[in-house]
């Protein structure tokens, strides 16, 4: 199955790197649909604000460092870049040190760029 172009279009238009993507998929678009169907599902994202919310802040780094590969392989940069400068703030640091204010503006700023990649993944899928 191809990717119907006017996904693509949306996807790209969202900020996805779809071509470099399709390449790290070996150029077939069947294989990156299946992933890419499979993104919803991945529960990182939602443990992620979980565990943000709850100020537990070394949880929530393994589940921002998990979810910023899920991403960073699908190409979906928007939610990427947002997660990687998180997965930063929360490096290594005990939970008195993480900047709260901070990593909760990138969280919000993760759910905005995640809940518009869902919603496209939703309507194509």
């Not at 998990?66 to 400068?85: C, D, Q």
């Not at 900047?99 to 939703?122: N, S, T």
Request: glycine share 8%; aromatic share 10%; net charge negative.
């Amino acid at each position: 199955m191809a990717m119907d172009a006017n996904f693509r279009k949306q996807l790209e238009e969202c900020g996805a790197d779809v071509e470099t993507t399709l390449k790290r998929f070996m150029g077939k678009d069947e294989l990156y649909l299946k992933f890419l169907g499979k993104f919803p599902a991945d529960q990182n994202y939602a443990n992620l604000g979980t565990h943000l919310e709850a100020g537990a802040y070394e949880e929530a780094y393994k589940c921002a460092h998990a979810l910023k590969g899920v991403v960073g392989n699908l190409g979906l940069t928007p939610i990427f870049e947002k997660v990687s400068a998180l997965v930063e703030e929360l490096r290594n640091k005990a939970d008195a040190d993480v900047d709260a204010v901070r990593a909760g503006a990138l969280w919000q700023e993760i759910k905005d760029a995640y809940e518009k990649f869902i919603e496209i993944i939703g309507q194509n899928m």
